[in-house]
C-alpha cells in the first residue's frame, strides 16, 4: 500500500478530513512543476490525531514545527516527507466543501478549487518566510497562466488583496504581462 491510500485509510478510520495542498495541487492545476512532499490542509484542532496518525502509525519524525505548520521527515530515505498546514474550522470547511476529488497514485483525494489554492499561496507569500518566497511566487504566476487567467480582472485583483497584498498583486501582474 502506498503513502497516499495509507493516509487515505487511517484518516477515515478517525473520521478526519483533509484537503491536498502544495505542490501535487499545483500540478492537478495544470502547472508541471517538481514536488518533493506531501502537503496537508487539516483542521487545527485535529492536530494531534494527524500526529498520532504519522509519528506512531506510519514512523514520522517532527523536522519543524511553527504554529500553523508542522514539517514532518519520512520513516525512510527516498520517502515523502509531509508537510501539514493548520487552519481554522471555518477555513478548512470552506475549502473542503468545494475541494475536487481527483485520483492521486491509485487514491482517491480532495485538492482545493484553483481559486482556493490561489488564495492559500497568496496567504503563504503574505506571512511565509522568505525560504519559500519565490517558490509560491513562481507557482502563483504559473498557475495564472496555464489557467489563462486575467490577472487585472477584478475578481483577480480582489483575490489578490484579500489574501495577499497590494505589493505582491503589481509583481505578479507585471510578471505575467510580460509573458
Do not use: C
Amino acid at each position: 500500500m502506498g503513502l497516499f491510500q495509507d493516509i487515505h485509510d487511517r484518516a477515515k478510520e478517525r473520521n478526519l478530513d483533509f484537503v491536498v495542498i502544495g505542490g501535487i495541487a499545483v500540478i492537478f492545476h495544470g502547472l508541471m512543476r517538481d514536488t518533493a512532499d506531501l502537503d496537508l490542509l487539516i483542521r487545527r484542532q485535529e492536530r494531534g490525531s494527524w500526529l498520532d496518525i504519522l509519528l506512531s502509525g506510519l514512523s514520522y519524525k517532527i523536522y519543524e514545527e511553527r504554529e500553523n505548520f508542522v514539517q514532518l521527515d519520512p520513516p525512510a530515505q527516498g520517502a515523502w516527507p509531509v508537510d501539514l498546514m493548520l487552519v481554522a474550522d471555518k477555513t478548512f470547511e470552506k475549502i473542503f466543501a468545494v475541494a475536487a476529488e481527483e485520483e492521486m497514485y491509485g487514491t482517491r483525494l480532495k485538492i482545493p478549487i484553483l481559486d482556493h489554492l490561489l488564495a492559500l499561496k497568496l496567504h503563504a507569500l503574505k506571512h511565509g518566510h522568505i525560504g519559500r518566497h519565490m517558490k509560491d511566487r513562481l507557482d502563483l504566476e504559473g498557475l495564472i497562466r496555464v489557467n489563462h487567467l486575467d490577472i487585472k480582472s477584478e475578481k483577480m485583483r480582489t483575490l489578490f488583496l484579500k489574501y495577499g497584498n497590494l505589493n505582491i498583486y503589481e509583481q505578479v501582474s507585471r510578471a505575467t504581462e510580460s509573458q
